[in-house]
């Protein structure tokens, strides 16, 4: 429509005249009139928003399957498209080159001479460490070079205070050999109560079964020669430490109990301390590392009480969440300490 009055005054029309305006357009221009939609008219039907466009005539009702074999074919026989131009690198730009070139590394070797280079020259080893250390220099060496420049000897071997700073060439430590314990033959001593075993280690034992912890802790309740018990890293549980902790109530020569990197939970703790409180002979007691590493306030509240009634406790291998608990046995253990130090001087 907009092509008929091109350059052409628009003329009122009346809406009875419309259809003889109508009847007077021909089919091309019919069609230009139909496909003048606005696409973005939200009124209009979706499908009358754009114009039909295909011209051809159907060939027949849609069919799916030949449609994907038509498209398949037709993407298989297409030749691919040949490249019009082969790739050659280009590199667009100047290449950049510095104003002032590099000096040359022989000039900055040579360096600028001083009054102080026969001076440096002619000083000793330990003149130039002590002369590093009032500088702030001597953090760049290592031990071993410090000590080796201190000395004539090894100089060579291990670097002066005159070589390059390098690290200590790393020393090979083989591998402690396995725990080899027999856990049945310490079960039997410890019944028999023999008189040698006065130290039983089954520290990262392998395969010890909750069974065999619980025979050995029920076999130290009668035994009076055994004074130090470890038990790290076996997998121990609170079966295992209450089995422990009734035990201790009657035996009275252990002074030693690690029970270190287990499942112990705070309330076995709590019963193990207990039990010791009652003869009051161990010195030293360590539940750290445990899988509920953090014991809460409550049993932490519970174990401070325990080891304030304890006047015999040394040393303590715990950790503490909470600064209270913590600084109070801290201090208890020094008042131990303090009244035993008191009852050795008397003694002397």
């Not at 305006?21 to 754009?50: H, V």
Request: one cysteine or more.
């Amino acid at each position: 429509m907009t092509a008929l009055i091109k350059d052409q005054e628009i003329p009122d029309i009346e809406l009875d005249n419309l259809d003889d305006l109508l009847n007077q357009l021909t089919a091309e221009e019919l069609e230009e009139l139909n496909g003048d939609f606005d696409p973005d008219n939200s009124l209009l039907p979706p499908g009358q928003r754009c114009r039909n466009q295909t011209e051809k005539d159907p060939t027949g009702p849609f069919n799916r399957k030949k449609l994907l074999s038509f498209l398949e074919k037709q993407a298989k026989d297409d030749k691919d498209w040949e490249q019009n131009k082969p790739f050659v690198k280009e590199v667009k730009g100047k290449v950049y080159t510095p104003k002032n070139p590099p000096p040359d590394k022989k000039e900055e070797e040579g360096g600028i001479a001083t009054e102080w280079d026969e001076i440096l020259k002619a000083a000793s080893e330990e003149e130039l460490v002590d002369l590093a250390a009032v500088l702030g220099f001597h953090s760049m060496l290592t031990q071993t070079q410090y000590y080796a420049s201190l000395q004539d000897e090894n100089i060579n071997a291990e670097g002066g205070f005159t070589s390059a700073a390098k690290s200590q060439e790393l020393k090979v430590v083989k591998d402690e050999p396995a725990n080899s314990t027999d856990i049945e033959d310490s079960i039997k001593r410890l019944r028999d109560n023999d008189a040698k075993l006065q130290h039983l280690n089954l520290n990262n034992i392998k395969n010890l079964s909750i069974e065999q912890l619980v025979e050995v802790c029920d076999a130290i309740k009668n035994n009076t020669n055994l004074k130090i018990f470890e038990m790290v890293g076996v997998q121990a549980t609170d079966k295992v430490a209450k089995k422990l902790a009734e035990s201790l109530k009657e035996n009275k020569s252990l002074r030693t109990v690690n029970i270190e990197s287990n499942y112990i939970s705070g309330d076995a703790i709590v019963e193990i301390l207990k039990a010791i409180n009652i003869n009051q002979v161990v010195t030293e007691l360590r539940v750290t590392n445990q899988k509920p590493s953090i014991l809460g306030h409550k049993t932490e509240s519970a174990i401070l009480k325990l080891i304030l009634e304890n006047e015999t406790m040394l040393r303590l291998g715990m950790f503490f969440e909470y600064p209270d608990p913590r600084i109070r046995c801290l201090e208890k253990l020094k008042t131990n300490y303090d009244t035993l130090r008191k009852k050795r001087v008397g003694a002397a």
